[in-house]
């Protein structure tokens, strides 16, 4: 059985122990598109185990590359992506929404393929967890707790912008995991106002304030310039934490759900069970669902 790789959109750590899973299992049968969907459609499809690196298998990154494709929704270039796909017994996509719309297209027309949700924003429906959401967390409580003893110690407060695509999901875990002072994971929450409020009490305290704030909600310097004009005095410093969350070294739980979804697809395989998604439930155990509509 020919299988296809397809690792789409933005990276997630633990990508890379997947990949391996499933090198391990099925071995030379196993191919993949260089940088997502855009290998599939300028036909750059290789044997994985020209890029197979064991010693890679927990780290992060993706030896497969990634990468976004816009074309891939343009008609023309999705039927040449179609054609190179439908060489393949399987397909398996990992990645986001997008991503999941791509491979259910696939599906539709002709293709088994098999949807793994992999993309720190944890923003795929119906699955409670993507893989790289516990990696992202933890390197978001890491940049906190090593930043905020110097801001406390010059009698500053700090905004420490985080990923998460339009889903606040990591920044509400940060923020809890920290005990950060104000979380702004949803417009409605950038209420500067009440976020004055809140750092002149702690300032008054002698205390340092510590607010999270998911991306594209408002660029960070500007809700910091803002704060400290409406305070009146230089007090808010902020830090994007940005691409260390997507380059963190996977977290054992992370991996350890890794090979719970690659056990399944494997299954799947086996079975000859194709146009699904294999998803997380609240408890973290995998289930398979078909794809929605």
Do not use: W
């Amino acid at each position: 059985m020919k299988i296809l790789l397809i690792c789409s959109g933005g990276d997630a750590p633990g990508t890379n122990r997947f990949i391996y899973n499933i090198f391990i299992k099925f071995k030379h049968d196993v191919f993949f598109a260089l940088s997502g969907f855009r290998g599939l459609i300028d036909n750059q499809i290789f044997p994985l185990d020209q890029v197979f690196d064991k010693n890679k298998k927990d780290e992060a990154g993706a030896v497969i590359k990634s990468g976004r494709c816009p074309e891939f929704k343009e008609r023309k270039y999705f039927k040449i992506a179609l054609e190179n796909a439908k060489k393949f017994d399987c397909v398996i996509v990992m990645g986001g929404n997008g991503s999941e719309n791509g491979a259910k297209e696939l599906f539709e027309n002709g293709v088994n393929t098999i949807f793994v949700p992999m993309t720190i924003d944890n923003d795929v429906l119906d699955s409670f967890y993507s893989v790289g959401f516990f990696t992202a967390v933890n390197e978001g409580i890491y940049a906190v707790r090593n930043i905020m003893p110097s801001i406390e110690t010059m009698g500053n407060s700090c905004i420490f912008e985080v990923m998460g695509r339009k889903c606040p999901m990591i920044a509400k875990e940060v923020a809890k995991q920290v005990g950060a002072d104000y979380v702004v994971g949803e417009k409605d929450d950038l209420n500067f106002e009440k976020i004055k409020n809140i750092i002149l009490q702690n300032y008054i305290r002698s205390q340092s304030t510590c607010i999270i704030l998911r991306e594209n909600i408002k660029k960070v310097d500007e809700i910091a310039n803002k704060l400290n004009e409406i305070l009146g005095f230089e007090n808010v410093k902020y830090q994007i934490v940005g691409r260390t969350q997507r380059g963190g070294k996977p977290t054992r739980s992370e991996l350890e759900m890794v090979d719970k979804f690659a056990k399944e697809v494997e299954f799947c395989i086996n079975k000859k069970v194709f146009g699904v998604r294999v998803l997380a439930d609240k408890n973290l155990n995998i289930f398979v669902d078909e794809f929605r509509g």
